[in-house]
């Protein structure tokens, strides 16, 4: 994983993305097609994802590693219209919305085993 990653080096946005200490904290997760897929986001959707990091970072990571993996499938998807890549870019950034819904210390557990 880490040197699929190493290859979309993280490129410093002209604004910040979430806020500062999000932004330095994932920098190596936040890649220009990802960077593009949070911009497109509406504003809820963005507090949300923070509200997840804050909530439990293990799992805000892994939407972002979803995130970048979907987009790297989805450039070499010829069945997919350019709409149809967005939503699904969009859908693996945002699928674990829900655990904000799941107590800390559950997911802790989950992420222990």
Known sequence: MQQILEKNLYQKPET??????IDNKYKNYLNPDTIKIINGLHTDLK?????????HPY????????????????????DFTPEEKEE?????LTHDIGKLEID????ENESDS
């Open 16 to 21: 910040k993305i979430f806020n500062e200490e």
């Open 47 to 55: 507090i949300k994802l923070i509200d997840l990091e804050r909530h």
């Open 59 to 78: 799992s805000f990571e892994h939407s972002l590693e979803v995130t970048n993996l979907v987009s790297m499938v989805a450039k070499n998807a010829n």
């Open 88 to 92: 699904l870019k969009s859908s693996a």
């Open 104 to 107: 800390k210390k559950i997911l």
